[in-house]
């Protein structure tokens, strides 16, 4: 993988964010080893992403000053610790930092999948949904839970667009896109191959012969 900073760049780059947003002198010897979990990840998201400027030259490409990928990088870092090693400091500073820096709300907690990616997501937060590969959101989308604690679920290949809002109990089929501002709550299962639209509780699919994979991804 093409990355802007070698490995052990990144980590000391990281450190210093680290130190200079939580003064705290917490121990964060592992940050080197928890950067290589997150970087082997990064490189099998972006390996499978075909989006402009995550795979160039027969390679995935990682740059610490591309806000997206940085943000994803984040997450990963996050997880990996929560996974590793659960109560680590570096988990809630990873995500605490990923929240200033791109006020992004993706928790270590919540399992986003292997494959993925984020468009400018300012504003946008990702409960504790299930998610499958492919998966891809814009700015200010919500996926939360309703007042019974029900999460929806994704299929392979959702793009979430600016301003949707996914909530409850409610499972987005495969190859589905959530249009712009749609808002749906407790939907139940909705097909595969939809464009869903509209808010509650008048939100409403249409469908679609795009392919979120192909078309969107280019995978």
């Known amino acids: 993988m093409q990355t802007s900073l070698s490995r052990t760049d990144l980590a000391r780059y990281l450190r210093k964010q680290l130190e200079n ?4 002198a917490a121990d964060l010897a592992d940050l ?22 995550y795979f160039a030259n027969g390679q995935p490409r990682f740059s610490h000053l591309h806000c997206d990928q940085y943000a994803i990088f984040l997450y990963y ?87 949707s809002r996914v909530i409850g109990n409610t499972a987005v089929d495969d190859n589905s896109f959530v249009s712009t501002g749609a808002i749906v709550i407790d939907g139940g299962k909705l097909e595969a191959d939809s464009v869903l639209h509209g808010v509650y509780p008048n939100a409403g699919r249409s469908h679609t012969n795009r392919n979120v994979v192909r078309d969107i991804f280019g995978a």
């Not at 947003?21 to 705290?24: A, N, Q, S, V, Y």
């Not at 990702?126 to 019974?148: E, K, P």
């Open 21 to 24: 947003l939580f003064p705290d």
């Open 77 to 163: 870092l996050s997880n990996s610790t929560f996974r590793e090693k659960p109560g680590h400091p570096i988990a809630d500073k990873a995500y605490a930092l990923n929240k200033a820096l791109h006020a992004l709300d993706a928790y270590y907690e919540v399992q986003l999948p292997d494959v993925f990616a984020v468009q400018h997501p300012v504003g946008t937060v990702l409960g504790r949904a299930s998610y499958s590969d492919y998966f891809l959101c814009y700015h200010n989308c919500t996926v939360g839970a309703n007042l019974d604690n029900d999460y929806p679920s994704f299929g392979r290949g959702i793009v979430m667009y600016g301003g």
């Open 32 to 53: 080197p080893r928890l950067v290589d979990l997150a970087l082997d990840r990064v490189e099998h998201c972006f390996s499978r992403l075909r989006l402009k400027g």
